[in-house]
């Protein structure tokens, strides 16, 4: 009996699309019954991929960050598997981890996890070249400016040229603003003013002409559009972008506490229209109420060129907020209220929202999507040197 349903399975969906679901519950019901399925089979088959939902929604992925000990991780990768489309390195991408050393590159931890994408049909974003954070005394401590200039540009040729052609995008520059909307003080601005964001995002167009290449930041969609951070970082990538700097997006972290879920929206409007995409990029959130989730989220589907969301990790215990239970599944890998939530109103938005463009997307690794109607459409600029600027979906979502 096993082995018949499981041959007639495919056939059944996909001759039956309109009762792929029932078709799917009678089966898993009898597999059941013979006990095979674990509880994480049990719950991912009967609640809804958020990534596949998302993607209905005109999407290209919602990610989740990893790194090798949590793709090792059975549990946890299964519910990758499952539910996410896209994996960001948490950490095996930062310098500190690439080039501890000078010239010495470690790309063990990076390779596994583009390896593991690779073959289970998941995107990744590139996370990060350029930071201040978990960045070797080596860098901090150089005081010329040409000897950062050839440091940066040997660090993001090399990190980003190796896996060319395999990530979606790349956080090339992290967490450069302070707080008022100007350059944090860094080894990069202390010696290169902003003149480093030049440098960093042409070599990294030149290492990888497919990646879309993002600027990522935090506080940034937290506090509201009139914040001087968002202002600030808004106003700066439309200038470096109009003066010809290869910037395809603005990445914002949204690490939030309860209750910012409101301000995202606004914040995030602001600055998806200073540049050709947007996402959120590492969403996490204090307590992780179903609303704010949902606010949170919505707000990356109500906005046209806001390409994805990423959540910082899976499950509360191995978050970097541990404390605070922050993520969509709790300690024994069960969804919580936030997932549920999350599914039901997306999920019942992709019944009222209709295709009019397909966009066939100018690279292998990006999964042809189809898009939205507009009802309005947000005017971006165009990256003067961006070589996908044909593939930026130019849609807009119901209002
Ligand atoms: C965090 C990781 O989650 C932690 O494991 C690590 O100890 C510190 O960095 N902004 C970023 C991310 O851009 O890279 C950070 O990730 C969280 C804040």
Known sequence: MLY?????????????????????????????????????ERRARSEKSIDAIFKSLGKQYFGTAADRNLLNNAQNSEIIKADFGQITPENSGKWQTIEATQNNFNFNDLDFLVNWAQTNGKLVRGHTTVWHSQLPNWVDQINNKATLTSVIQNHVTKEIGRYAGKILQWDVVNEMFD???????????????????????????????????????????????????????????????????PIDGIGAQA????????????????????????????????????????????????????????????????????????????????????????????????????????????????????????????????????VASTSVPIIACKS
Request: aromatic content about 8%; proline content about 6%; overall charge neutral.
């Open 4 to 40: 018949s349903v499981l041959l007639i399975l495919p056939a059944l969906v996909a001759a039956a699309p309109g009762v792929k679901l029932e078709t799917i519950r009678d089966i898993d019901w009898e597999l059941e019954l013979l006990g095979t399925r674990t509880p994480l």
């Open 179 to 245: 707080e008022s909307g100007g350059l944090r003080s860094s080894v990069f601005s202390r010696l290169l003013g902003e003149d480093f964001v030049r440098i960093a995002f042409e070599a990294a167009r030149k290492a990888d002409p497919a990646a879309k290449l993002y600027i990522n930041d935090y506080n940034t969609v937290e506090k509201g559009a009139s914040y001087k951070k968002t202002t600030g970082m808004a106003t700066y990538v439309k200038k470096w972008i109009a003066a010809g700097i």
């Open 255 to 386: 690490h939030l506490v309860a209750g910012e879920a409101g301000n995202v929206a606004p914040s995030l409007r602001l600055l998806c229209a200073a540049a050709p995409e947007c996402a959120l990029t590492e969403v996490d959130i204090v307590q992780a109420s179903a609303n704010d989730y949902v606010n949170t989220i919505k707000a990356c589907v109500d906005i046209a060129n806001c390409v994805g969301v990423t959540v910082w990790g899976v499950r509360d215990p191995d978050s970097w907020r541990a404390a605070s239970n922050p993520l969509l599944f709790n300690s024994g890998y069960s969804t919580k209220p936030a997932y549920g939530a999350l599914v039901q109103t997306l999920g019942a938005m992709t019944a009222t929202y209709k295709p009019t463009t397909t966009t066939v997307q100018s690279t292998a690794i990006v999964p042809t999507s189809t898009y939205v109607a507009p009802t309005t459409v947000i005017q971006v600029p165009s990256s003067a040197t961006s």
